[in-house]
Protein backbone atom coordinates (compact mmCIF):
# COMPACT_ATOMS: atom_id res chain seq x y z
CA UNK A 1 0.00 0.00 0.00
CA UNK A 2 1.65 3.25 -0.92
CA UNK A 3 0.02 6.51 0.58
CA UNK A 4 1.09 10.31 -0.38
CA UNK A 5 -0.42 13.96 0.40
CA UNK A 6 0.16 16.44 -1.81
CA UNK A 7 1.13 20.24 -1.23
CA UNK A 8 -2.61 21.61 -1.50
CA UNK A 9 -4.06 21.75 -4.26
CA UNK A 10 -1.66 19.87 -6.29
CA UNK A 11 -3.77 16.82 -5.39
CA UNK A 12 -4.62 16.31 -9.22
CA UNK A 13 -1.03 16.34 -10.58
CA UNK A 14 -0.07 13.34 -7.36
CA UNK A 15 -3.03 11.36 -9.27
CA UNK A 16 -1.85 11.44 -12.35
CA UNK A 17 1.76 11.01 -11.29
CA UNK A 18 0.71 8.19 -9.45
CA UNK A 19 -1.22 6.69 -12.04
CA UNK A 20 1.84 6.82 -14.39
CA UNK A 21 4.54 4.91 -12.26
CA UNK A 22 4.12 1.07 -13.88
CA UNK A 23 5.90 -1.84 -11.71
CA UNK A 24 7.57 -4.49 -13.32
CA UNK A 25 6.51 -7.27 -13.29
CA UNK A 26 2.81 -5.75 -12.56
CA UNK A 27 0.85 -6.69 -10.03
CA UNK A 28 -1.88 -8.79 -10.03
CA UNK A 29 -4.39 -5.85 -8.92
CA UNK A 30 -3.67 -2.03 -8.70
CA UNK A 31 -6.48 0.22 -7.46
CA UNK A 32 -5.96 4.03 -7.06
CA UNK A 33 -8.08 6.08 -4.44
CA UNK A 34 -8.44 10.10 -3.81
CA UNK A 35 -9.34 11.27 0.01
CA UNK A 36 -9.73 14.50 1.66
CA UNK A 37 -6.75 16.54 2.28
CA UNK A 38 -4.73 15.92 -1.15
CA UNK A 39 -4.13 12.08 -0.51
CA UNK A 40 -3.80 9.26 -2.77
CA UNK A 41 -3.46 5.56 -2.31
CA UNK A 42 -2.33 3.04 -4.36
CA UNK A 43 -2.73 -0.68 -3.73
CA UNK A 44 -1.79 -3.36 -5.59
CA UNK A 45 -2.38 -7.37 -5.08
CA UNK A 46 0.40 -10.16 -5.89
CA UNK A 47 -0.55 -13.58 -6.45
CA UNK A 48 3.00 -14.94 -5.32
CA UNK A 49 6.35 -13.17 -3.83
CA UNK A 50 8.81 -12.91 -6.42
CA UNK A 51 11.89 -14.92 -6.04
CA UNK A 52 14.17 -13.47 -3.34
CA UNK A 53 11.41 -12.89 -1.39
CA UNK A 54 9.48 -9.68 -0.15
CA UNK A 55 11.83 -7.63 -1.01
CA UNK A 56 11.51 -8.08 -4.45
CA UNK A 57 8.24 -6.78 -5.18
CA UNK A 58 8.41 -3.69 -6.87
CA UNK A 59 7.48 -0.25 -5.05
CA UNK A 60 5.48 2.93 -6.60
CA UNK A 61 8.70 5.71 -6.05
CA UNK A 62 8.15 8.60 -4.37
CA UNK A 63 7.55 11.71 -6.50
CA UNK A 64 9.74 15.09 -6.31
CA UNK A 65 9.57 16.57 -3.37
CA UNK A 66 7.70 19.89 -4.59
CA UNK A 67 4.60 17.81 -5.25
CA UNK A 68 4.55 16.67 -1.70
CA UNK A 69 3.25 17.79 1.87
CA UNK A 70 5.09 15.28 3.34
CA UNK A 71 6.85 11.88 3.04
CA UNK A 72 5.25 8.89 0.97
CA UNK A 73 3.81 6.08 3.58
CA UNK A 74 4.49 2.95 2.76
CA UNK A 75 2.95 -0.73 4.44
CA UNK A 76 3.28 -4.33 3.27
CA UNK A 77 0.30 -6.64 4.51
CA UNK A 78 0.14 -10.58 4.05
CA UNK A 79 -3.25 -12.21 3.88
CA UNK A 80 -4.73 -13.95 6.97
CA UNK A 81 -6.41 -16.91 5.40
CA UNK A 82 -9.97 -18.06 7.07
CA UNK A 83 -10.58 -14.53 8.05
CA UNK A 84 -12.95 -13.66 4.71
CA UNK A 85 -16.23 -13.26 4.85
CA UNK A 86 -19.32 -13.00 2.47
Given at each position: M????????????????????PLDPPPTRRETFVAPGDRVLVITWWDTVPEGGAGEIPEIPSPDEELLARPVHRWRFTRVEGDRTG
Open positions: WEARAVPGRAGELLDWARSR
